[in-house]
């Protein structure tokens, strides 16, 4: 079902404040305003797709919008462009100077603007609702009619002809559908009925009362009922240059309520004393295991997972579970994390985790002091090379 | 990679627009912090790995961000135990104050050695910072020297195979 222009309107204001709320948005649009639903933009096939919203500085355009009519795209805010005007009465005055040079005799009573390759665009030429001409915006080549092919859906040549929506598999056209309805939910909130502005700024969504679910944020706690208790979780810096694996096993063993000092752990983990410290070789990574699970009188049964993932820490952080984290040369542990459900299209969502890092190292003299806490920790930049969860036995 | 003072001064501006931003630093960081000069974090070879840029809050340091040269965060790290407090935050002048951490590996430099120039720098692994040296003998021998937390210690095999590194 199509979105009517005032929605669309409604939707480009509020995807476009939230992600300047973000700081995802660039400074220069800041202020700028939506005046209107823009154009409207066709598949191929005639169904409406999305509408192409002019960001404006008073009267001149300084950007512009993609903002999706059709629920199977998944997102309503699909592209934002900045530096680049939106001008539709100029560019219909271009395209019809460049149809004339091609035909002459043209006769055309319509004219719309067609995402004839996602998203590229062209301007189509009508007469009586049949296309007469089709030309690509800027290049004004003609765009040939669509072709019979074998290729693979969503696999077309380099200037072709297709639809998106009718190449679409039907399974992610309801994955798309169901996502862009919740969006829909979240912005039908009655507390952003407030919101009447047409400015973009950051300011729009620090209103009293309103929160928006923007940021998924999650740490360890006391208990899994997160309203009766603080986030729960202690730094321990490494009493050597070389105890990473020692600081980060006593952390994740001290939140169990099991407090063994540094040294002992070394002892345990084979890695020396205060005065002849030394790391944890590559090949035996399973001791940490090991320890943990005879530490514990097996009260904790510790996996390694190799090559953890974004929902490894995610899942282990839900369950109230800290984890040891190795990455190359290093050893620390998570305790949280937080994840940005906005994003500029086409880049990735900011995903963090909460690291109690043992690093920089203090001494065993002073076993206080050291570590830092690294809140937030990109995941997109590191290599996640194992992971150890811990999970409590119930009898 | 060289670096400039417009390459600092721009590591700065974004790591302001990152501490108002709110979603890292305590209320106490965000309302009292000051935002120091931008320092490059260099390869142990001497290429540009990141910059470090450091947060004070009355003499001490409380965090600080590590961006990557095209400004992508890395992370934001704090020394503090509590949100609402300094405890545990080290004084500034251990992570800032160039000829405290010159003495401090003094302690370790044989009498024939000489100090080069102090750069910062890690250990194995881009998380484990220090700040670094290469020291000289009158044969030319060279090793490195590393300052980090209370830590002075000797560069190491970078290709040994263990997680902490190998001991020291």
Known sequence: ????????????????????????????????????AGTPVYDPNGTLLFHRVPIMRGRVSIGYADISAQEALGEPLLAVSTGQAWNEKAIVREATTAARRIQRALVFDDIRFVAYSFPKIAVQFLNRGEEVLLLEWRTWAVVPPAVRS????????????????????????????TEFKKRLEVWASPVLEAITTDLITEATFKLPGVLLPLVETREVRYSARTADHAPCYELR???????????????????????????????ELGLGTCDHPNGLPYSQVNKVVTVIEKLSSNTLDATLIANPGWTTFRDEIRAN?????FIPGHSRTVAGY???RLALPGELPFKGLLVYDPWPPTDCEHPEDGGVITRWENFATQTYQYAYSAVLKHV | MPVSSNDSRAVGRRARALLAGG?????????????????????????????????????????????????????????????DTLDGCPPAASWLDREAILSRLHEKKRPDE???????????????????????????????????????????????????????
């Open chain 1, 237 to 267: 810096g490494q009493q050597t240059g070389v105890w990473c694996v020692a600081a980060s096993t006593e952390m994740l063993l001290n939140f169990y309520r099991y407090h063994y000092d540094q040294p002992r752990l070394a002892q």
């Open chain 1, 150 to 177: 074998e290729r693979n859906p969503l696999e077309p040549g380099h200037f072709e002809r297709w639809s998106l929506l009718d190449e679409m598999p039907a399974a992610d056209k309801r994955r798309k559908t």
């Open chain 1, 338 to 340: 937080t994840s940005h």
């Open chain 1, 1 to 36: 079902m199509a979105l009517k222009p005032e929605q669309i309107t409604r939707l480009a204001i509020l995807e476009l404040n939230a992600l300047a709320l973000t700081r995802v948005l660039p400074a220069s649009l800041e202020k700028a305003k939506i005046a209107d």
């Open chain 1, 321 to 325: 579970r800290p984890l040891i984290s």
């Open chain 2, 23 to 83: 979603d890292c630093a305590s209320p106490l960081v965000r309302a009292a912090g000051q935002v120091g000069e931008a320092v490059p974090v260099l390869h142990p070879d001497g290429g540009l790995h990141s910059w470090f840029v450091p947060i004070t809050v009355d003499g001490r340091i409380v965090g600080f961000f590590q961006l990557l040269p095209d400004h992508t965060l890395l992370r934001y790290s704090t020394f503090q135990r509590h949100e």
């Open chain 2, 114 to 168: 000489t100090v080069g120039p102090l750069f910062l720098s890690y250990d194995r692994t881009p998380e484990r910072l220090a700040w670094a040296a290469v020291l000289t003998t009158a044969r030319g021998a060279t090793r490195t020297l590393y300052v980090s937390g209370r830590a002075v210690w000797e560069a190491t095999d970078r290709t040994d195979d263990s997680f902490g590194g190998p001991g020291h």
